[in-house]
């Protein structure tokens, strides 16, 4: 409840990023669009960001769509990926396939 009176600069990386997320849910959106979610995250709080995103794409059917620089994170939490080169897709399919592929 003290978080709702607080500056952005008052919370931590962690913080923001789920007033972020729960300010992006709020619409009920079909497809949520994260740009490097974790990048400015340790690692605790990366991976509780992303096992709440998880958790919420199986409980409301939300399609998350993950960009990152992170292969690792791409690996452990995505079913699809894309290979984007110069700003066009290179490669796509299974995301174990794609991560291969380089």
């Given at each position: 409840?003290?978080?709702v009176?607080?500056l952005?600069?008052?919370?931590?990386g962690?913080q923001?990023?789920?007033?972020?997320?729960?300010?992006?849910?709020?619409a009920?959106?079909?497809v949520?669009?994260?740009?490097?979610?974790?990048?400015?995250?340790?690692?605790?709080?990366?991976q509780?960001?992303?096992?709440?995103?998880?958790?919420?794409?199986?409980?409301?059917?939300?399609?998350?769509?993950?960009?990152?620089?992170?292969?690792?994170?791409?690996?452990?939490?995505?079913?699809?990926?894309?290979?984007?080169?110069?700003?066009?897709?290179?490669?796509?399919?299974?995301?174990?396939?794609?991560?291969?592929?380089?």
């Amino acid at each position: 409840a003290e978080t709702v009176t607080r500056l952005p600069h008052e919370l931590s990386g962690g913080q923001r990023q789920r007033v972020a997320l729960a300010r992006a849910l709020a619409a009920d959106p079909a497809v949520l669009v994260c740009d490097e979610v974790t990048s400015a995250l340790d690692a605790p709080t990366a991976q509780a960001l992303m096992e709440l995103l998880m958790r919420l794409r199986v409980e409301r059917g939300l399609a998350v769509v993950l960009v990152s620089h992170d292969l690792d994170l791409v690996a452990r939490h995505c079913d699809t990926a894309c290979s984007i080169d110069r700003g066009r897709i290179s490669w796509a399919g299974r995301a174990g396939a794609v991560l291969q592929r380089g």
